[in-house]
């Protein structure tokens, strides 16, 4: 689509008023290195196709003179890099998030650092996407961080990419180049599961091929960025998912009404409908689907609803319900592939708490077993793992936790990794494989609760701060017990 | 049943589950209410999550005593017809300091007005949460913003120790003196709410739609004279023009805009065709660069 034709059907169409478009929303990411010119190219596609306002506009154009960078040229990345300390030092530290829409679709574009340091925001920005862009300069060709860039994508289930091949002006528009690049990508992506992989010449300072086509390359005749985005199907999950509603909370209200809030995570639902909680094994029917609006006849994936259901199954927060057939494994061992996030690497006598779709569940023991080859994907034995690590890992649950595995069901076979003590995320991870009643929660393994410590927590009472305050003790002599290789499990009553 | 369209409903699923995580995980949150459009729809889904049961949380409104009155007035009465609990803070102290938008430059006043009257407020109150309205397409530093963004004792904003957020997991576990700014509309556009308040019919203050109203023109500005408190310069009269507004704040620093739209499909209409971003209309913002993520910093929400 030509420039002007853009500007075109963004005069207000009759759709314009509810906002109604013919393609669902793509939520796309944007990694690759360091000075690739990921900002610069989000910023020439936001300029382009006209998701910039006048006041920013001129913004940018008054602080792109105070900038050298880009000699005389509009500084693009300006619209993305949002942090003070971001515009000083002329990089991207955290994901940016930006939203604009065509004629034809809406778009959330998530902008992702480059540097080495960040590649765990990168990897947040990913677990958000439907389609990623790697950017690859030209002159140098695919880099290691763009490999990095490139795994996380796989690990954390994006099935489609863009290769945008940028800067190539600076290469004299040469297809040889081009073709070069694109062949050594092709052989790096055999490692992974993409499903649909396509390569795109571009130049971000000049627009080449980003919302107009290129003259000066007349030799490529795919797509341009915009239109290959504005017609990509996002991922969709097959038709006949099985159905999943993490219980969010319990909802009461006056005439005795008790319902189950959730989102669908997957599959569908009707009134009548046979429902099972996986922890439990009870079964009974779904009797209302209840929302402000009024009561619906069935519920499907994305559906924020309150379930009410014909016996009462006695559950609470962090229970799955699910249809009877297809249930989720009642899982207390697992083997999972993480990305570590946090700068503290792992320590196998920390206290980790897994938190899944609703619920958080005690780690009693976590080990890591190997750690995978960026390149290769291939993994090597180890026992420890760092920041921006993907390592593989066998984790056991203080107490079984309805589980599947993520590539059946992203939704409900997803986790993060919660130091008990300060509470940060430290690894984001999805599940390969799942066990039921093999942990060691037996005799071997100290409880602590209240009853054990109350000489230690005598000073403290029920209220919540106390609760917590156990928490944190409790936390504690974990960390000292596990040090003298006494596996632990912590028992709150919260 | 409504009449959304699927990006909406998507928009609206998505706050729900952000709601319902956050009363699931935190002990004592709090809905910061400020009046405007996306308040409006953050109390719209706020009950639409809890349904049939009432939001389990109060809402607090961050009073500086220099909001538009029909702001005051359109509060009161949602209050009052939803049957919900409003606390109003204002900082007293800082009024007694002769704390007012016309004798100190926008930075100041509304650090004390706004930033740390909000401080005083969530520290009396000892919530452990704040809802807020803040939405990405906002401005720069907000568009880096996560939708648990935590905040250190003295509720410090460290935009790079964010804690990273995946999939649709929110992890809500606090550390010692932490507490978090919850943002359910993250995700959603100025348009997106527009055509949600449209498509749900709801109510908001008069201020959005276009009427003929005292304003004055100062530095190529527009500024309402809403009560007799507004100081004049030497020159300036008030005179009457065809105006509204695509924020709401403080009148002596909230410009509007010159419109005809004076419905709701009016002002969706002229939102998809606007030109300038909504906060160009707001005098604090452009104090200096990177004048939001300073305030944030300080624990504005």
Redesign the interface.
Known sequence: MTLAALEETQSVAPAARTGDKSEPMLRLLTCGSVDDGKSTLIGRLLWDAAGVTDDQRAAILNASHNRAVNGERIDFSLLLDGLVAEREQGITIDIAWRYFETARRRFVIIDSPGHEQYTRNMATGASHADIAILLVDARHGVKRQTRRHAAICNLLGIKKVIVAVNKMDQIDWSEERYRAIEADFAALAGNFEFAEVTTIPVAALTGANVVARSPEMSWYDGPTLLEYLERVDPKVETEDAPFRLPVQLVLRASGDFRGYAGTVTSGAISVGDRVVDARSGLGTTLRRIATMDGDRKTASRGDAVTLVLDTDLDISRGAVLSEVKRRPVNADVIEARLVWLSEKPFDPEAGYLLRTATDLTPVTSMSVSALVDFETLASTPAHECGVNDIADCRILLGRPTSLDLFRDLPLTGNFVLVNAVDGSTVAGGVIAWVQTGAAAVGENVLVLDRARLAGLCADLGNSPEDKAEFDRRAQEVAILLRSAGVPVLIETDQ | ???L??????L???S??IF??A??QF?TPVLLYSIGKDSTVLLHLA???????KPPFPLLHVDTTWKFREMIAFRDRMVKELGLDLIVHTNHDGLARGMNPFDHPPSVYTDIMKTQALRQALDAGGFDAAFGGAR??E??????ERVFSFRAAGHRWD??L????????L?G????G?TVRIFPL??W?E??VW?YI??EKLDVVPLYFAAERQVVERDGQLLMVDDERMRLLPGEAPQTRKVRFRTLGCYPLTAAVESDAADL?AV??ET??????ER?GRLIDHDQ??AM??KKREGYF
């Open positions: 049943m409504t009449a369209t699927s990006h909406l409903k998507l609206e699923a998505e729900i589950h319902r995580e009363a699931a002990r009950r639409k999550a809890f349904w049939p049961a990405r397409d401005e720069a530093s907000r568009a880096k935009p790079r964010q804690r990273p957020e995946m999939w649709q997991l992890n576990r606090l550390g010692k932490e993250s995700n556009t348009a997106d055509r449209t498509l499909d969706v209409t998809l065709e606007a030109r300038v971003s160009a660069a990177g993520e300073m």
